[in-house]
């Protein structure tokens, strides 16, 4: 097979769906994603034993218990996918907001309307519910989607795309609104990532190797997401007991993921009260310590933090700790490690919760607050399709508004430039 | 000398500036704006004489009267530089307003915040006074800048950047802000596209072959300018007299800027009554028509309109006008051969209007009145960095906002994540 030639013809249809999607109404499309949640659970079978196929090929090819575990797909599984299917339509559309209107001196009338990216691509790794999260997130804004999936779940992708993108035609979207590249191999994705002029975006979705590869050769524009070195920053006036639980919500809640804590900052002045305590409760929670010299002295038997651990987005129940001597030397350090993803302090201070505010440049700054809370649901956003950590069109979670673009609509009486 | 390491040492030295820039207060940014003006002014024998340079190397070079014409500083050129400087102070900054802030039910409190982007890498040709409009719209935003211009002009933006660079510096802002890639040749450039960790975003300004090179190969986020293959859709319920004044200000008023129209749609209702007439007015302008066969029919003479005419942006005294049998076939045309920039159409009835604005895809979609518009004075936004026709983060005229990105600040109690 010509396999640029297949995800052109892929992308051309696309194209056009894009462009009758973007004057589907609200109640259309959202009809459509009720249908293909309908379709999901009726046809859990179908999908079941094509996970059993990927499943039983993961096994094969000896892939690692985690990998097994995110691969897999049950019933219940299979439920909660519908369910998203459900919240996404609940949420509102945001196509057509006319986001601002103004009148210029000459009487001419401008203004903002949010409109589709048009089509947009994502390239993502084992998780075949990401099929399910992304193509409704892309059909409730009116953009048609090109979805590359794992070859580990390219079974369960299929059956997925292909009994949604059906209920969607059902309703009366357009054929191409919502299709997957149903061949393997690193071929499909390298056409994807340069084809301008039928892509708006590309989206990476998955491991620090894969967004790598995107953004170093993809022409087509991206929005990087993922990478997460984040911390905590324990002031001298912070309450400690607060401090302790943010510590270790942020730590343990979910170590895995990109908005965990990777290296917590403490001021000198309360590192002798706040350490031993949390230390004793971490490592009772399976956290593995790794600390500066003076973190060191006062938990005896951890690890030394190398430079390297520093420069770690461990997404695993390890910490980093380190004290330090003022604000200064904490915010120098999140400059000079972090990956502007979040970033939290924990103070009683007024003005020192102000400069940390002011000065760290990250996705998200919290004040008092565990990092955890960076995620398009717990920001209020109903859904996420990733989070941005580049600066460019979307920056943290991405919601429903993160894929549209804008269009100037402009109302005259025979304005002409003088 | 090593390109490559001239290149990283710019960067470092526009990043570390960056984060002191972020910081820096609206009151200082404009004291540098104004110093900056100043100093052009007081010191324009230095830009002349420099430009007197490039002038006579272009010269030998066998350059066109047009590029001759770009490259060329007067008194009165550097003194609408200085204006422009002084515009830009007089703008309101957006960094730090919080475009928005909610409520979560935990009672966490979430704003998105603007701030800079960071370090903006600019890549343009010939015009000088680009050193200065893209320096000002950068450090009024808060933005290091990492200025490329075109080899011509090298004389010139290299006195010019020395002189503003040091006006900036002398009223307190870091060293770094403000730079100029001191050396030509081609592999400054493909330093710049590829320099990710030191450039938040590139912003390629010039020609087509410029704005190519950069979009297929930059590592670094683009931000797309300038393709402009732009229609005014004469409807069969236009008001044609105004439909006459609109079609030859688009066409004539300046006609090799991207907002101009290239191609005329006229309905075939009213093409008899409306060609003729526009066709005499249009060529006294000077203006070379070029037109279907029906056009030739009524307005016999003209060349025939090729598939490449409909195709092509000619930025001159060129027109190709097409018949058409409904607003449809309007629209089918614009999807087919427009570049998304600037569509209009005149038309008298409400639902065409409307169908218009709703169906054409572009940065700016007209209705009754010319495309020459679509800039960012003409807009309100005071000073533009160029006209984006991409649809990530910028789409059509970019004013200062363009230039910011957003953080989100989040204030909390203790709030961790059950």
């Not at 190398?306 to 001597?325: G, K, M, P, Q, S």
């Not at 919601?399 to 549209?404: F, K, N």
Request: hydrophobic share 45%.
């Amino acid at each position: 097979m010509d396999v640029r030639q297949y995800v052109v013809e892929k992308a051309k249809l696309a194209q056009k769906a894009a462009r009758q999607l973007a004057a589907a109404s609200t109640d259309v499309k959202n009809a459509a994603l009720l249908a293909m949640a309908e379709a999901l659970q009726q046809r859990s079978d179908e999908i079941l034993r094509a996970n059993a196929q990927d499943m039983e090929a993961g096994r094969q090819k000896g892939l690692s218990q985690a990998l097994l575990d995110r691969l897999l797909l049950t019933e219940k599984r299979i439920a909660d996918m519908a369910e998203g299917l459900r919240q996404v339509a609940a949420l509102p559309d945001p196509v057509g907001e006319v986001v601002k209107m103004w009148t210029r001196p000459n009487g001419l009338q401008i203004g903002q309307m949010r409109v589709p990216l048009g089509v947009v691509g994502i390239i993502y790794e084992a998780r075949p519910n990401v099929t399910v999260d992304a193509a409704a997130l892309c059909l409730k804004t009116g953009n048609a989607v090109l979805l590359r999936g794992g070859s580990e779940a390219i079974h369960s992708n299929t059956a997925i795309a292909r009994i949604i993108s059906r209920a969607a035609r059902e309703v009366g979207l357009p054929e191409g609104a919502i299709q997957l590249i149903e061949i393997t191999g690193r071929e499909a994705v390298n056409v994807m990532l340069r084809l301008n002029g039928y892509l708006d975006v590309l989206i990476p979705r998955g491991g620090a190797g894969l967004i790598r590869t995107v953004v170093e050769n993809a022409s087509v524009p991206v929005i990087e997401t993922g990478v997460g070195n984040c911390h905590v920053y324990v002031d001298a006036e912070a309450d400690l007991a607060m401090a302790e639980e943010i510590v270790i919500n942020a730590k343990t809640q979910r170590p895995a993921v990109c908005n965990a804590m990777e290296t917590l900052l403490v001021h000198r002045e309360v590192a002798a009260e706040f350490l031993p305590g949390l230390a004793e409760r971490l490592t009772e929670l399976g956290v593995e310590l790794r600390g500066c010299p003076v973190t060191r002295s006062l938990v005896p038997g951890i690890q030394p933090a190398t430079e390297d651990d520093w420069a770690t987005e461990f997404l695993d129940l390890i910490l980093a700790i380190r004290v330090v001597d003022s604000l200064d030397e904490a915010l120098e350090h999140i400059y000079l490690y972090g990956t502007k993803h979040s970033e939290a302090i924990v103070t009683s201070n007024y003005f020192t919760a102000r400069r940390f505010l002011q000065e760290v440049d990250a996705a998200a700054v919290y004040v008092n607050a565990s990092t955890r809370f960076t995620d398009g649901f717990q920001f209020g956003f109903g859904a996420e399709i990733g989070i941005s950590t580049q600066k460019l069109h979307a920056r943290g979670p991405m919601g429903l508004t993160e894929l549209t673009t804008i269009k100037y609509i402009v109302y005259g009486e025979g304005q002409i430039r003088e």
